[in-house]
C-alpha cells in the first residue's frame, strides 16, 4: 500500500535541505527506489517535506542512507506524519505526433 509521509522539521532551511539533496546523490540515493513522489515546500528558513511511497518498507530502506545525513547536517526531523494514500492524480503525458520534430535552437542567418 502507497503511504503519504509528510515531515515538518523546525528550521529546516533551504540552504540544508540543498545540501541534504547534494549528499543523497553522492550515496546513490537521490532517486531512491520506491519513492514516487516528492515535494518541498514553505519558506526558505522552514521547508517541510512531503513524500509519497510504494511501501513502508521502501521507505525505511531510504532511511538507513537519510537518517545519518540528516544527524550530519543537525537537522531533527521529528515524527513525521505517516498515512496511507487514496489516490494520487498525475498529469496525463504529453502525446507528439510521429510527424513534428522537436524544434532545435534557432539558426541563425548569414548576412
Not at 522539521?9 to 537521490?30: F, H, N, R, T, V
Not at 516528492?38 to 538507513?64: C, E, I, R
Not at 545525513?69 to 496511507?84: N, S
Amino acid at each position: 500500500m502507497a503511504i503519504g509521509i509528510y515531515f515538518s522539521a523546525a528550521g529546516m532551511s533551504a540552504a540544508k535541505y540543498d545540501e541534504c539533496i547534494k549528499l543523497l546523490k553522492k550515496a546513490g540515493a537521490g532517486n531512491p527506489a520506491g519513492r514516487s513522489y516528492h515535494a518541498a515546500f514553505g519558506p526558505k528558513d522552514n521547508l517541510m517535506v512531503f513524500d509519497v511511497w510504494t511501501s513502508q518498507a521502501a521507505f525505511d530502506k531510504f532511511g538507513k542512507t537519510l537518517m545519518p545525513i540528516l544527524q550530519q547536517l543537525g537537522i531533527d526531523l521529528g515524527t513525521p506524519a505517516v498515512m496511507p494514500v487514496h489516490k494520487v492524480i498525475l498529469p496525463a503525458p504529453k502525446v507528439t505526433s510521429p510527424g513534428k520534430q522537436a524544434k532545435g535552437p534557432a539558426s541563425r542567418k548569414k548576412r
